[in-house]
């Protein structure tokens, strides 16, 4: 009996059955980019631990190549496996040591992990290095600002936006460390540049509307903050369901 691709399990997702039958030649081949290339293709039908088990191989046969423990580490972020994910940034980090992606996405795992003091070591060893790229910059100045150091944060923070100034969530940080240095003004303006960078996204709508001077009218406030809550329901709308997991 045929399957009928527009039936409704057709649409939801593979079976296990379809996904073993897909998975035979690869096997054959043996080779690590098809591995890879099969496990991108089940993170963007939203299958993480799938696309998981594949990039373990793909980094099995092909332990030096950055790419395949690059997609293991988003597989592993996205199936709930952190600490499999900080193994990846590390060897990532040993593999290519002047790539700045790496560490601070370690750094930000670390945070995500309750240590925030690993986190700013991680990245003030990165910065030493590496003190032109901007994405380091930015993740101290986020884990300053979680430690509630404001100032180291917007030192970091405004040297990020040197190097990058058409970064959105630079200018994001930047207004939320200026808020909390009592500078409404300055924040203000700094999600102005934001959301001329990202209009659409809501989260810039509520801290502007929470920026809003006291001597402002509170519709236009209200009205910021009820702007983003139209987008996110938008967002919400236009977001695929997600397929469920393969049990481990």
Not at 37 to 43: E, H, P, T, V
Not at 73 to 102: H, I, Q
Not at 110 to 138: I, K, Q, S, T, W
């Amino acid at each position: 009996m045929g399957i009928d691709v527009g039936s409704r399990r057709a649409r939801r997702g593979l079976s296990t059955r379809l996904l073993s039958a897909a998975l035979r030649p690869l096997s054959r081949k043996g080779r690590a980019e098809n591995w890879c290339s099969y496990a991108r293709w089940l993170m963007r039908r939203r299958r993480p631990s799938w696309a998981l088990s594949l990039c373990r191989r793909a980094c099995t046969l092909a332990p030096g190549d950055l790419r395949h423990w690059r997609y293991r580490a988003a597989a592993a972020v996205r199936s709930g496996r952190l600490d499999e994910a900080g193994l990846c940034y590390r060897t990532m980090a040993r593999l290519d040591p002047r790539n700045p992606r790496a560490h601070a996405r370690l750094a930000g795992l670390y945070e995500l992990l309750g240590a925030p003091e690993a986190a700013r070591r991680v990245c003030l060893d990165a910065v030493c290095n590496l003190p032109d790229a901007a994405c380091l910059h930015r993740m101290l100045g986020r884990i300053f600002l979680n430690l509630g150091s404001i100032e180291d944060a917007l030192r970091a923070l405004h040297r990020a936006a040197e190097l990058n100034p058409f970064h959105c969530d630079t200018q994001y940080y930047v207004a939320l460390a200026l808020r909390r240095a009592n500078r409404a003004d300055d924040a203000r303006r700094a999600l102005r540049r934001a959301l001329a960078l990202r209009p659409d996204d809501p989260k810039l709508y509520y801290a502007l509307g929470l920026c809003c001077s006291p001597d402002r009218a509170e519709r236009d406030a209200l009205g910021l903050l009820l702007e983003g809550l139209a987008l996110e329901e938008l967002a919400t709308k236009l977001v695929p369901p997600r397929w469920p997991e393969r049990p481990d």
